[in-house]
């Protein structure tokens, strides 16, 4: 609007694809991986493929519960379905979203080849790390490639995007907010807080890192005594809280 560019409704202006029905890759479902997952199966009626060095029980059993509940009022069902070929889940969707932490085995996951694996009109999202991405072979892609789309909500060296992309209007940018919310981000800091006065007074370590509602909800007297969520503490032998 602001732009100037809505000069009175057409039925195919500013048209986008129907996410319901569409499949979505998920690459990396861990916490944030399988969270999204379940937004766009309940949300959207997606159905989900993911890859991951390891499988995700727990994603599979809520999607394919919720895909037997929606059969069960005579509506399609959704699924959820690891795959073992990223190739394999590239050509298959329609939205491709990268969910991976980054390490030498993730950095440039996404390259020239990898791209050119997807569907020429799919989507990519990026709300992990930038480098995930070779920022160079996207912007290549997004020009070659004009029904292609990427939502990027982080780059390779930030806060610089790389050369062309700005000028891709296949491109939706945001500035590495997906976890701007004041409850998000006073929550990252009261759980960080958490951890650190937890470990100098020598208490336990709480038995479910990913379930920290006890620790943000209600008054901080009444916090668990615990750390809420030291994620090596396996590995640093730390006790930890029993449930
Ligand atoms: N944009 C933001 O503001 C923001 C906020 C929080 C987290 N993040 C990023 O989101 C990503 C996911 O965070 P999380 O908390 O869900 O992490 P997580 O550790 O719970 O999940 C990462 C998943 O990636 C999988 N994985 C690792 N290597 C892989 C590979 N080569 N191929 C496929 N899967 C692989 C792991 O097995 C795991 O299931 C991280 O990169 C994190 O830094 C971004």
């Not at 602001?2 to 990396?28: D, E, N």
């Not at 993911?50 to 059969?71: C, R, T």
């Amino acid at each position: 609007m602001r732009a100037g560019k809505y000069q009175g409704w057409l039925p195919t202006l500013f048209v986008g694809k129907l996410l319901q029905g569409a499949t979505v890759g998920i690459v990396g479902a861990g916490r944030i991986g399988a969270a999204y997952a379940r937004m766009m199966a309940e949300g959207h009626k997606c159905n989900i493929l993911y890859f991951d060095p390891y499988q995700n029980k727990a994603l599979e059993g809520a999607v394919n519960s919720y895909g037997a509940f929606l059969a069960s009022r005579g509506e399609k069902a959704v699924t959820c379905t690891r795959v073992t070929s990223l190739q394999d889940l590239l050509a298959a969707c329609d939205v491709v979203s990268l969910h991976t932490a980054l390490d030498a085995s993730t950095r440039h996951l996404m390259n020239t080849e990898r791209l050119r694996q997807m569907k020429s009109d799919g989507v990519l999202i990026n709300c992990a790390r930038g480098p995930v991405i070779d920022e160079q072979a996207l912007v290549a892609h997004l020009q070659a490639n004009p029904d292609f789309r990427v939502g990027l909500d982080v780059f390779e060296r930030e806060p610089e995007m790389a050369a062309g992309l700005a000028e891709c209007p296949n491109a939706v940018i945001v500035p590495h907010i997906a976890s701007a919310s004041l409850f998000t981000r006073g929550g990252m800091a009261t759980l960080a807080a958490a951890n650190v006065a937890s470990r100098l007074v020598g208490e336990p370590v709480w038995h479910s890192p990913n379930e920290v509602g006890a620790f943000l909800d209600g008054e901080v007297a009444k916090r668990p005594h615990a750390s809420p969520s030291i994620v090596n503490a396996k590995e640093l032998q730390l006790p930890t809280l029993s449930k």
